[in-house]
Antibody, heavy 120, light 106 residues
Framework: QLQLQQSGPGLVKPSQTLSLTCAIS??????????WNWIRQSPSRGLEWLGR?????????DYSVSVKSRITVNPDTSKNQFSLQLRSVTPEDTAVYYC??????????WGQGTLVTVSS | DIQMTQSPSSLSASVGDRVTITCRAS??????LAWHQQRPGEVPQLLIY???TLQSGVPSRFSGSGSGTDFTLTISSLQPEDVATYYC?????????FGGGTKVEI
């Protein structure tokens, strides 16, 4: 059974970097079928897909245009996990952040969510 | 990027009613359309994929239809446990865009 365990701070100061990690059990971050995604949810933006990392003979990433200049999603094969870094955050980045697995693009499993508040 | 538009944004119906939610893509996406259910305070869960295929364990009162740009989620007989917000999501290619959601109340 797939489990996605999120970790990271719930409070980040404006202009700093939001960092979250998603530990995977029951699947491999290096698998050739799944992609590993970050999604956020806020009252103003609804559900917003942020980006993903996946392995198909080599590592690749896709990012939302809305955050492309500020985001990095990285795999960590040694720990079977992946991470989100969102730089130069503002209060508009306050949201519940989810990691999620997608199979052939279909999001089929969500992490438990982490509320991240951007405030000084 | 392809935009996903859901309607209505909210609805209220009675137990036993038939409920229909629509999702429209700004360009054709074949049948690469999923529906997710998010009950209050919970994590979203996959309900339907490939426009009409029920995820394992989903009650048969849920059904999906459509292809190309127009899709529908139907609850044939609304139950109290169906109170939730429903989101469509396209997955033909990145970005994996969601619709704005439809809040279903009783």
């Amino acid at each position: 059974q797939l489990q996605l365990q999120q970790s990271g701070p719930g409070l980040v100061k404006p202009s700093q970097t939001l960092s979250l990690t998603c530990a995977i059990s029951g699947d491999s971050v290096s698998g050739n079928v799944a992609s590993w995604n970050w999604i956020r949810q806020s009252p103003s933006r609804g559900l917003e897909w942020l980006g993903r990392t996946y392995y198909r003979s080599k590592w690749s990433n896709d990012y939302s245009v809305s955050v492309k200049s500020r985001i990095t999603v990285n795999p960590d094969t040694s720990k079977n996990q992946f991470s989100l870094q969102l730089r130069s955050v503002t209060p508009e980045d306050t949201a519940v952040y989810y990691c999620a697995r997608a199979t052939r693009g279909l999001i089929d499993y969500w992490g438990q969510g982490t509320l991240v508040t951007v405030s000084s | 990027d392809i935009q996903m538009t859901q309607s209505p944004s909210s609805l209220s119906a009675s137990v036993g009613d038939r409920v229909t939610i629509t999702c429209r893509a700004s360009q054709g996406i074949g049948n690469s359309l999923a529906w997710h259910q998010q009950r209050p305070g919970e994590v979203p869960q996959l309900l339907i994929y490939a426009a009409s295929t029920l995820q394992s364990g989903v009650p048969s009162r849920f059904s999906g239809s459509g292809s190309g740009t127009d899709f529908t989620l139907t609850i044939s007989s609304l139950q109290p446990e169906d109170v939730a917000t429903y989101y469509c999501q396209k997955y033909d290619a990145a970005p994996l865009t969601f619709g704005g959601g439809t809040k279903v109340e009783i």
